[in-house]
Structure formats: C-alpha cells, structure tokens
C-alpha cells in the first residue's frame, strides 16, 4: 500500500484503528479509567520533572551571581520567592521608573506582598511585572550588556529561556 495513494479519510481511520489497538479500545466511548489515569499522571510526572529542572537551573544561576558578589545569603536563591531578593540583591542600587532606589532586593518581594491585599490587585501585579522585567534587563545588562535587550525580550516572549539564560550567564563578570 503507498501512502501517497490514500485519501485523508483512509490515513485518519488507520491511524485511529491504531490508537484503539494500543489503547485496547473497542471504541472510544469506551475508554478504560486506568489507562485515563495513567495517562494524566505520567503527564503531570513529566511536568513536574520539567519545572524542577527550570526552577534548578535559575536557582543555581542566581546563586552563583550571589555568591560572586559576596553575599551571604545567596541560599535563598533556592527558596521560592526568596529569589526574587536575591535577584534584586545582584542587581544592587538602580534606577526604577526614575527613581533610584537603594534597596533594590526588597523591590519585588514588597510587589508580591503588594499583590496579595485586597484592593488594586490587577495594577500591583502590573507593577510587579514591570518591575520583574526592570530588575531583570539591569541583571542582564550587568552581564552581557550588548545583549540585554535580546535577553529580555526572549525572557518576555519565552519565559521558560529565563533559566537557561540565568544558569548560562551565571559564570560572567560584571561588565559595570
């Protein structure tokens, strides 16, 4: 049989003929709950083990751009949100919407709290996005200046880049 022969329809009906033999599917009002199940937790497994790999990855390069710098607590790189200090601690004193702020690692650990009052909820977490990206384009342009930008958008556009990008640039000197 040529597969350039065959019409739509026919290559349709034998690829779903193949998906109830693997299935052991009579037809597919019958799907089996075990199957169903196993399906979604090797799903969420992979998912699970993706995240992790991603949250390592930027944390190691945080850490490393911390402990660089002499910070000693460059650990809370690896503790959810507590990075986001860390984050800012590595950018260090800097100008944010005009403003030079001397504080920069409380920046967006006070934009999350921010987020979490009750009232302008939709502007504080605008405001943290913003701020995010702020701190994380002066982090970039610390590291590789002639590339920030690109960075940045690339961190915007994919965020999942952002911890190869970390982790890539974590061994660099600060070009200011």
């Known amino acids: 049989m040529n597969i350039s022969e065959l019409k739509i329809?026919?290559?349709l009906d034998m690829l779903l003929t193949k998906i109830k033999d693997v299935l052991?599917?009579?037809?597919?009002t019958q799907i089996d709950l075990k199957n169903l199940t196993s399906a979604i937790l090797i799903s969420f497994t992979i998912t699970s083990i993706i995240f992790f790999v991603l949250w390592l990855l930027r944390a190691i390069g945080?850490?490393?751009m911390s402990?660089?710098?002499g910070d000693s607590y460059a650990f809370l790189a690896f503790i959810p949100y507590f990075c986001l200090y860390i984050q800012g601690k590595i950018v260090g004193?800097?100008?944010l919407f005009g403003i030079e702020i001397e504080h920069t690692e409380l920046v967006l650990p006070l934009m999350i709290i921010s987020t979490m009052l009750p009232f302008g909820k939709?502007?504080?977490?605008?405001?943290?996005?913003?701020?995010?990206?702020?701190i994380l384009y002066r982090l970039y342009s610390l590291k590789v200046p002639n590339f920030a930008i690109l960075l940045l958008i690339l961190s915007i556009l994919l965020p999942f880049l952002q911890p190869f990008i970390l982790f890539t640039i974590?061994?660099?000197?600060d070009a200011v």
């Open 9 to 11: 329809t026919e290559i």
């Open 24 to 28: 052991h599917l009579t037809d597919f």
């Open 62 to 64: 945080l850490y490393k």
């Open 67 to 69: 402990k660089k710098k």
């Open 93 to 95: 004193k800097t100008r």
């Open 122 to 134: 939709p502007i504080a977490l605008l405001l943290f996005f913003i701020s995010y990206f702020a």
């Open 170 to 173: 974590r061994n660099k000197e």
